[in-house]
């Protein structure tokens, strides 16, 4: 008797419980859109913006459309393939209706992705690709051009000969040895210019500070730098005195990747005098667009969507500081050189 | 259960006369490291003409000021026999913590007695792990890491602290008139820290022990010494000590980035054992720390300064940390 009570509770709430999923399910599948938007690590600043970005957007979407559009921020904490898959598998086994991803690594991720198109879910990936996957469409530059870019802004500010320091993450990270790639091939048509020396500071702010000052004991007449990444301007005033005392002479010129707050101080303070970043607001801000709209809308994108790089100078660093301190990056920036 | 009271010197002249033996033994070692040491700086002085500026030497003694100090607490972890993983982590953290208050407007002093504070409570926290629940140092350790980085993440979204107020960031950037050298203040601090971590070990009773613990854990216990205890101060001093290189280097950069310190513990557990502390435990000293230190971040410089290529320098360093312990081995054995 005691047992047959048992059962009969047991089997109501199973019932029940099936029931509420299978409504919640039929629910979610009529009103509500649930993206993954997952980026390489956790731990990187500039993925928070990307982040920022997704969220504005699903928020404008839930407004003016008939879909709740609902994002899920997740991914590894630190930058690794291995992890990042696991994160991809818990997504599919958790049942969204889209993923964007900016890969680890090329090849490591295909597995997944297709996993997950199999399972019906459509992926994108964004900043960091995965070229042979079953992804419909990459947003993102090509940081070889980005490279090429700052060789540009370089040689337009230092002229066309020079000694040229570059300093780097961790060696072999791909998206840095494109940048550089790009930056040397960028400066190769100009005999003058020499890059006399690469330091590499492992992504640590420390170490950046580090070799860069004494880049500059063991090349005090350098003539420019390119930091392939912000690394040391994440550190304060003071922490680099010999390149800054260089760096506000004017005699030594340097440009940078990236384009976040810290790095337009450095130039309102005349230390960097050009910036090539990345869209990160439109990492998440645009890749939820084409998303809902390749959900919704069945539209069809290229291959490689480009999303633009953001080229920063004296003169229009003031609209970019009005577009982080507003959070507001849909507006184009001014031309970097006006007279052009 | 009242312990036997431990021995002092004085009771026991047969094992004094071998601590005397032990200490000159270390002596020996310090010279052959001194030596390893000398011979770096005089062929970077022959081989570039800006290793030996004042400029560049007080530039390398900042940079290894906060790993050398990590380094000491490290140093007395390992020579009671233990690890402490959690190092990296706690410097961030404590730099972190510290980072937060400023920019709440809360004063300096007690900004940095939080974020030590902070630390000393891991590094106790470690302690009680190991003495009480016998976890392996190694692991208690590797989750500590784990965790206090994933507070470092989670505490600040990822995002570096900044706007440091500049009363904070003078002790990490500021130069004191030393004779005709004007010396950073880390550097300072090192050596303070250095002298006091030398005076625990070598001076007091719980010094003994430490040695006593990581040489025969169980021949300690036998002798009396509360083994847990000494484990758990032992941390304890390690969690504090790694917090003071945290906020010397989060002052000395004006930022604390939870990225911060990653992978340091390694380079701080190097420094301590290229600076003749064995791993076994019970044996090395702080000057051996403070020199494996020095080693590094010399070395580290000098690739940059003769242009070595960034690719290559890895392994550069770890040929030199292989070597380093070899030749102390070597003399060792020849002896």
């Known amino acids: 008797m005691h047992k047959t009570l048992r059962i009969t509770v047991f089997l109501t709430a199973v019932v029940f419980l099936l029931g509420v999923l299978l409504a919640g399910g039929v629910f979610a599948q009529e009103q509500t859109l649930t993206f993954a938007w997952i980026p390489k690590a956790l731990d990187n600043p500039v993925f928070e913006l990307g982040r920022d970005g997704a969220f504005v957007k699903a928020q404008e979407l839930t407004e003016t459309t008939d879909y709740t559009v609902e994002i899920i921020y997740i991914g590894s904490v630190a930058s690794d393939a291995a992890e990042q898959s696991r994160v991809v598998e818990d997504v599919i086994a958790r049942g969204v209706d889209g993923i964007g991803i900016s890969c680890n690594d090329p090849d490591a991720l295909i597995d997944v992705i297709n996993k997950a198109v199999e399972a019906g879910i459509p992926v994108m990936t964004w900043d960091s690709d995965a070229p042979d996957s079953e992804r419909f469409t990459y947003l993102g530059v090509s940081n070889y051009d980005g490279g090429v870019a700052a060789a540009e802004l370089l040689v337009r500010f230092m002229g066309e000969e020079g000694d040229v320091a570059l300093l780097t993450g961790v060696p072999g990270a791909f998206n840095l040895e494109e940048r550089i790639r790009g930056f040397r091939d960028g400066v190769a048509d100009y005999p003058g210019i020499e890059i006399v020396t690469t330091v590499a500071c492992y992504d640590d702010i420390a170490t950046g500070v580090q070799v860069v000052e004494e880049t500059m004991l063991a090349y005090p007449d350098l003539d420019g730098w390119f930091f392939v990444g912000l690394w040391p301007l994440f550190a304060d005033r003071g922490s680099m005195p010999l390149w800054e005392e260089a760096a506000a002479s004017g005699d030594m010129k340097v440009v940078a990747f990236d384009t976040l707050p810290v790095q337009l101080e450095y130039m309102k303070d005349g230390l960097l005098v050009g910036l090539v970043g990345q869209k990160y607001w439109g990492w998440g801000y645009d890749t939820i667009q084409m998303l809902f709209d390749y959900i919704v809308h069945d539209a069809a994108f290229p291959d490689w969507t480009d999303s633009g790089m953001d080229i920063v100078t004296m003169y229009n660093v003031d609209a970019m500081i009005e577009a982080w301190e507003t959070s507001d990056f849909t507006k184009p920036l001014p031309p970097p050189f006006p007279e052009d | ?335």
């Open chain 2, 1 to 335: 259960m009242e312990p036997d009271k431990p021995f002092s010197p004085e009771e026991d002249p047969a094992r004094f006369q071998k601590e005397g033996a032990l200490t000159r033994f270390a002596r020996n070692q310090l010279a052959t490291l001194a030596l390893i040491l000398l011979a770096m700086v005089v062929v970077l002085s022959l081989s570039t003409r800006t290793f030996l500026t004042a400029t560049n030497i007080f530039n390398v003694l900042r940079a290894f000021s906060w790993i050398a100090i990590a380094s000491f607490g490290q140093s007395i972890v390992i020579i009671s026999g233990g690890i402490d993983l959690s190092a990296g982590s706690n410097m961030a953290f404590s730099g972190i913590i510290t980072a937060m208050l400023l920019v709440e407007g809360v004063n300096v002093p007690l900004s940095i007695g939080a974020g030590l504070g902070i630390t000393l409570l891991i590094g106790f926290a470690n302690g009680l792990m190991i003495s009480k629940t016998k976890l392996p140092p190694f692991i208690a350790t590797l989750g500590m890491m784990s965790i206090v980085r994933g507070f470092c993440y989670g505490m600040t979204q990822g995002w570096p602290v900044r706007g440091l107020p500049r009363s904070f960031i003078a002790l990490g950037q500021t130069d004191l008139s030393f004779f005709i050298w004007r010396v950073p203040v880390p550097a300072i601090i090192m050596v303070c820290f250095a002298v006091l971590v030398y005076i625990l070990l070598d001076k007091t009773k719980l010094g003994y022990h430490t040695y006593a613990v990581g040489g025969n854990e169980y021949a300690a216990s036998l002798a009396g010494i509360f083994t847990g205890k000494v484990k758990n101060i032992a941390f304890t001093l390690s969690g504090f000590l790694a917090g003071v290189g945290g906020i010397l280097m989060t002052a000395r950069l004006g930022v604390a980035a939870p990225t911060a310190a990653s992978g340091y513990e390694l380079d701080i557990i190097a420094a301590a054992v290229i600076g003749g502390i064995s791993l076994t435990g019970g044996e090395g000293n702080v000057w051996g720390a403070l020199i494996g230190a020095a080693i590094m971040q010399i070395l580290r410089n000098a690739l940059v300064l003769l242009g070595f290529p960034a690719y290559w320098q890895p392994a550069a360093i770890g040929a030199v940390i292989i070597g380093a312990v070899m030749i102390d081995m070597y003399r060792k054995k020849s002896i």
